[in-house]
């Protein structure tokens, strides 16, 4: 004869307790600023604290670091420079790390941006800590050549050599660090960026066709981000359609040798360019008033603005290049222009102006249907989850 039924329960729900404990883990997040996790990482941060782990956010603080806390997450200050990639100037940084991994003892680090990715990789090797970059986009170092270029491949190949988990936003940034020996194929694995969230980011009514056309780029103000080229296509499209609105939201002056400064963004304001719109906490009524989101970027890894705009049900125009063509099927979700041409781009937002309005509309409701079927953020947080387990579990079998 069985136990009593009360009894099974019971004795089930304490091995279950017990397996939730066990499973508790100490996990880190760590990035070149807290606005990065906030704005980005926010989605695997909020299901990790809900399936009960204990978070702590390692980045230099900023706004974002109270709203994380608030979250319930700890915040660890991380004095670093984001400029450059120096192995001599950022040994103190690669130092610093190993210091607070090795005070903190997490059973796992994810990580984020380059100099994190690189030194953090490093230092967790060191002390024996498993460690998950996220290889968001390959920057400034990947897009000069020369020995900024040389200095990054090694510093990769050092750092990530052996790790068994390596993300990467787009097949692109994958085949080239697999090519170049970096990684191999089996250490890198898909997601797509930091996902969307699906309701939050929901369909939006489109413009009236009585309004005049709106295009706006959502970015960090760099020239690396295409916006001299945004700037030229403006003036080649104003010529003909002086009507037609061109919007820029986002930062200017920001700590990067790319980075346009205000004084410039007046002068185009000045000529009836463009409308500088600043920066925003909820760029959802920008994207909403928008008839088309513009991004001609040198290089992306899973361009955030777009899939933002696509989710929302807006037509997109971009350059063919990593990561933008990931997110836009060409002629259907949106209209791909060559890189590093403003004329391109140019021709590309003739195009869109050449539509109708029921074929704008029909563009938009294409990519939330795309980012529906590819780029739900529920995908991102379940890859994460089995990366975690993956590493964490071969690192228990091990010990």
Known sequence: MGRPRGLRRDGMMRILKIATLVSRMKILMSANAAWNIWNFRRPVLEALLL????????????????????????????????????????????LRLRGEFREMRPDVILSYTIKNNIYGALAAKQVGIPFLPNVSGLGTAFLSGGLLEAVAVTLYKAAFRSLPVVFFQNEDDRDLFVDRGLVTRAQ????????????????????????????????????????????????????????????????????????????????????????????????????????????????????????????????????????????????????????????????????????????????GRAGRRKMEREYDQRIVVEAYRRAINDVTSTRGMAA
């Open 51 to 94: 399936d009960g782990h204990d978070m702590t956010v390692l980045a230099p603080q900023d706004d974002a670091a109270r709203r994380l806390a608030a979250r319930g997450c700890r915040i660890r200050h991380l004095e670093m420079s984001v400029k450059g990639l120096n192995p001599v100037l950022d040994l103190a940084l690669l």
């Open 188 to 363: 890198g694995r898909l997601i797509p960026g930091s996902g969307i969230d699906l309701d939050r980011f929901a369909a939006a009514p489109y413009p009236k066709a009585s309004e005049a056309p709106v295009f706006l780029m959502i970015a960090r103000l760099l020239r690396d981000k295409g916006i001299l080229e945004y700037v030229e296509a403006a003036r080649i499209v104003k010529s003909t359609h002086p009507e037609a609105r061109f919007q820029i939201l986002g930062a200017t002056g920001t700590e990067n040798r790319t980075a346009i400064d205000r004084d410039t963004v007046r002068q185009w304001e000045r000529e009836g360019i463009i409308e500088y719109l600043g920066t925003s906490d909820d760029v959802r009524p920008l994207i909403g008033g928008a008839h088309c989101v513009v991004l001609p970027s040198y290089r992306e890894g899973a361009p955030r603005t777009l899939i933002e705009a696509a989710s929302m049900a807006r037509p997109l125009i971009a350059t063919d290049v990593a990561g933008c063509r990931s997110v836009i099927a060409n002629g259907e979700t949106g209209i791909l222009c060559g890189v590093k041409s403003g004329e391109s781009l140019a021709a590309a937002c003739e195009r869109f102006l050449h539509l109708d309005v029921e074929e704008r509309k029909a563009m």
